[in-house]
């Protein structure tokens, strides 16, 4: 099963990293890259990726078949996407298991979403 | 044809080499080198007269090349180098025991089994999982480096019968991860459920006393029989009864009937086996209205006594619903106190059954939030729609 391991940016996470130190800022960045090192190694990571800031972000529609780009609302918005780990693991409580040893657990939370398959039950 | 030539060869040359030196890790380096070698040679040169004995020869020459040098850095003595091994019989199955070792996690089993007994390559097992090359490269390099500190090794086990169960439970998995990965868009992905098929196949031949095994392939067997008829051409699923029933394999649903029949009356029943006469009454049902509904009620009850867990009890209680009706069905549900994800479905399907839409909508739609798999939310949200 796959899992994704959702990572947000929010005032309570920007509070946290404001009030660490230069080492707990650099232990932080190294345990991310060691986690996703980790997940490797075992076989189980899919991609992770962490998100430029949403002020770089475009913001796409299409309409009468044309696509329309702009500059986001970003402004006005409290909490974005900061950063992702997509693992595949037999079942969720692995999941879990890995989304504890993500860094920002430790200061805020992150969140595991299970990703839909393509199985279907014959009702 | 090369390709599955090699496929074919495989586990019986692993099995030879691994046993004969021992190191399962290394035997398994040198025998994709050597299959590799061979799909690179054996096109243009032609296949050699015994191409399970050229491949032994060239992965031992490999294995000991590489432990040579090994040792050379070690200083230390050399590995016994005569005779070549050989392939023996219990072979294929000691490989197979080895792969889906008690120690190592579903997962895990599924990727080292697909390579050293399925002959796959990694790429191969990747896109058929759907994830990373090379992913699946560390999950068979973990997967070897933990039966190594597991202390397993290339001898067929002494409790092989309480082996057995987690062998046939592992094919089982890559069966039905060809129906959880199933993207369809990739054109040369290896369709893990014929995969799953033909390894059980091969399980049957080394355990042709096994009911469980035979039930196992049953089932296989019965269940992609419907595989043309279970989705439409957008992707979306068609539910058993729905099912244009003229799509289904002839040959499978005949086999599958045949060793069903012949294995309940011959070995002790078993789950796997319950399972496939579920899926023989189904198949041999001319319409859905045709249904034996009174026989899949009874081995449901069979099976929940047998493997219980609430999948089997919800298939109980559609059953029941078909012979005593849909109220005795929502009773029995009440009554289940079950807590998966499906009971919404199945009571939506039974309260529309019984007459009450409105109420069915809300099920269907508290179901389609709750499901994991994605046809399965555009099945439930079309009777959403259809409610309406």
Redesign the interface.
Known sequence: ??YLILIQSNPRSLAAWDAMSDDERMAFGRDHRRLAERM????????SEGLADPSLAKWVSVRDGGAISSDGPYAEVKEHLAGFYLI???SLD?AVGWAARVPDAKYTEVEVR?V???????? | MVEDLLRTSAPQVLAAVARRYGDFDAAEDAVQEALLAASQQWPAGGVPDNPVAWLIRVASRRLIEMVRNEQARRRREALPQDPVPCVRGDDELTLLLLCCHPAL????QV?LTLRAVGGLTTAEIARA?L??E???????S?AKQRLRDAGARFVLPDDLESRLPGVRQTLYLIF?EG?????GSALHRVELSAEAIRLTRQLRQLRPADGEVAGLLALMLLTDA?RPA??RAD?A?V???EQDRSLWDQAFIAEGVSLITDALQRYAVGPFQVQAAIAAVHDEAPSAAATDWPQILALYRLLEALAPGPMVTLNRIVALAEVDGPPAGLRALDDAGLDHY?VA?VRA?LLERSGAPAEAREEYRRAARL???????R?LETQVARLA
């Open positions: 099963m796959k490797a190694d075992e076989g189980v990571l899919v991609v595949d693991t037999p692995e299970p839909l398959d393509m199985s279907g039950w014959e009702f | 996690t579903g997962n895990a990727a999982l994830i990373p090379k992913t699946v490269g560390q999950r068979i973990r039905n129906s959880t990965a199933s993207s419907r279970r989705t992707g699923l539910p058993l009864a499906r479905a399907h499901t994991l798999s994605l046809p399965e939310r099945y």
